[in-house]
């Protein structure tokens, strides 16, 4: 089903679609090689990727608040 929302919308109207995997693990998540294949193809297809490789925003404050650092 997931991907049915993902086929309904192609091409029609703006789609922003985050994830905390890389690409190489959506095959995983999504259960087949072939859908993911698909979904990436029509994510992908007339727009440019983003991909930010820094630390995420809650592990970043809960390092924080561990270790809060010289006072």
Request: proline share 7%; net charge positive.
């Amino acid at each position: 089903m997931r991907f049915e929302v993902f086929r309904q919308r192609y091409e029609r109207t703006s789609m922003l679609v985050t994830s905390n995997l890389p690409f190489a693990e959506w095959t995983e998540a999504l259960g087949s090689e072939r859908l993911t294949g698909a979904l990436l193809d029509r994510l992908t297809h007339p727009v440019p990727i983003l991909e930010r490789n820094a630390d995420r925003f809650r592990l970043k404050n809960s390092r924080k608040k561990k270790d809060p650092g010289p006072q």
